[in-house]
């Protein structure tokens, strides 16, 4: 039996997915689960790279303990975030997180002095504004550490920099590249003009590679550490691209919905739309694999809920390390979700897209704050809260499927939810409400089932996208859910 492996990191946590192929159907193994932290290092919020990578090694380690030793493996995370390095391959300062606040300002500071528009930077890139585009993060590097890209060799994306310590090999993945907002859309490689008009260092991109490339094989040093060889793969590195690759949708007239810690919802285009509406309507055009384009848009999504469970079970992060307070009880989501059927009645509701919500000392204060300033009714019981978040999120989900049927003049049949947010019933069901469309929900794994799906293909275990796709609506159950 050939095993593959997916480690697949996210925001909070990281997991090692064991796959392989039995029957024509797929099989998913989890073996290693671990924490994924933030520390502050010189005033910002950043990744523990060091702790990352010693729960990479350990979760190999479960692999030879397990039996089970994978044939290939890759390495996806979330997308923006990036490390550098000098000419030996060692780390040049931190690893800065998307949350961090250095980025706030840089677009209107880059148009005021006339360097780049965001007009001019769409038309080119096809990225939709955020303030944490890695653009952006360079731009803010330079100003507070030039130093820092003046010893740079390579610009290493999250995934990239785990990559090269596994194989000593520095390669860099398409997909992910595209979040830079540094990818000319069209040319689909590195945009010259934009990195010069940012007066970034050229020799800090490299070539960009397609998921399903050899980045090679474990080092000697790493064959020792965890007990074998392994062939290291690029899946498409940014776990949305993996996602969509998960989503068993039977043909074009499904919008996809990667529901986690960020919801991205849309389609996948063979070409970008680069128009003036589609820059206003905040849409962006994601690398995707065989240059497909994951047009979509960013919604806050989980983190809303996710952040709301941490506060009221009296945990803050506080200068880097997670600290409990006292609460008065232990909320589970289910009981979350409970609370806000009960409070189905109520109207509350946010722009759930707002930048206000990205990183609040109090996300329940922050939803407070909006209802009052927008002149919407006021949550005041965790019910009313949890409501609040549940029909805004829906909202600008049937919003987002709307603007994009109107720019891609294209009719909607459903929405395939694929991602640890496939679970959330509730949500589901609103879902289908505020669009008008049926829903089905599932693969609830979609992120490691696509990192995955590029390594067996690679491997022969299926002979094309669609293939997988077929095998994907054998393998997992799909719930459905019909607007009422």
Request: aromatic share 8%.
């Amino acid at each position: 039996m050939q095993y593959h492996l997916a480690v697949d990191i996210g925001a909070s946590s990281g997991r090692h997915i064991l796959g392989h192929v039995e029957d024509g159907c797929i099989v998913l193994e989890e073996v290693y689960r671990f924490d994924n932290v933030q520390k502050t290092s010189g005033g910002h919020d950043c990744w523990d790279t060091q702790l990352l990578w010693t729960s990479i090694l350990e979760g190999l380690r479960a692999c030879k303990s397990a039996g089970k030793i994978p044939t290939t493996m890759g390495i996806d995370t979330w997308a923006v975030d990036f490390v550098l390095v000098d000419g030996a391959g060692a780390m040049i300062g931190d690893a800065v997180a998307y949350r961090d606040a250095r980025t706030e300002g840089v677009r209107d500071a880059l148009e005021a002095n006339g360097t780049l528009s965001f007009a001019d930077h769409y038309a080119r890139a096809g990225i939709q504004y955020q303030p944490f585009n890695t653009a952006y993060q360079l731009a803010a590097l330079k100003q507070e550490h030039p130093e820092q890209l003046e010893q740079a060799a390579r610009m290493l994306m999250i995934p990239e920099y785990f990559h090269y310590l596994l194989t000593g090999n520095m390669v860099a993945e398409y997909t992910n590249a595209t979040s830079t907002a540094l990818v000319n859309a069209k040319a689909k490689t590195w945009d010259d003009e934009l990195i010069a008009a940012l007066g970034l260092p050229r020799r800090i991109f490299g070539e960009l590679h397609m998921p399903g490339t050899s980045v090679g094989h474990f080092t000697p040093e790493i064959q020792a550490a965890v007990g074998f060889d392994c062939e290291v793969v690029l899946p498409a590195t940014h776990d949305t691209a993996s996602a969509f690759l998960a989503v068993p949708a039977r043909d074009d007239s499904s919008v996809t919905l990667s529901s986690g810690t960020w919801s991205l919802l849309g389609v996948e285009n063979p070409a970008p739309i680069l128009t003036d509406e589609s820059r206003e309507a905040n849409f962006t055009n994601e690398g995707g694999y065989e240059y497909r384009f994951r047009y979509l848009k960013n919604i806050m999504g989980l983190w809303m809920i996710q952040s709301v469970r941490r506060e009221l079970n009296g945990v803050a992060y506080i200068a880097g390390k997670q600290q409990r307070t006292a609460a008065e009880k232990q909320w589970s989501y289910g009981e979350l979700e409970t609370e806000a059927r009960k409070c189905e009645a109520f109207t509350g509701r946010v722009d759930a897209n707002d930048p206000r919500f990205l990183a609040p000392e109090s996300m329940i204060g922050e939803i407070e704050a909006a209802c009052a300033d927008s002149g919407s009714p006021v949550p005041e019981t965790v019910g009313e809260v949890m409501a609040c978040i549940y029909n805004s999120l829906a909202g600008c989900y049937a919003e987002a499927v709307a603007q994009l049927a109107r720019i891609t003049g294209r009719q909607f049949t459903a929405v395939c939810i694929v991602g640890g947010g496939s679970k959330d019933g509730y949500l589901n069901a609103l879902t289908a409400k505020a669009t008008g469309l049926p829903v089905s929900a599932g693969p609830t794994e979609g992120t490691a089932l696509g990192n995955l799906i590029v390594q067996f293909i690679r491997a022969g275990e299926f002979d094309s996208l669609a293939a997988a796709r077929a095998a994907i609506r054998k393998s997992f159950p799909i719930r459905e859910f019909q607007p009422v």
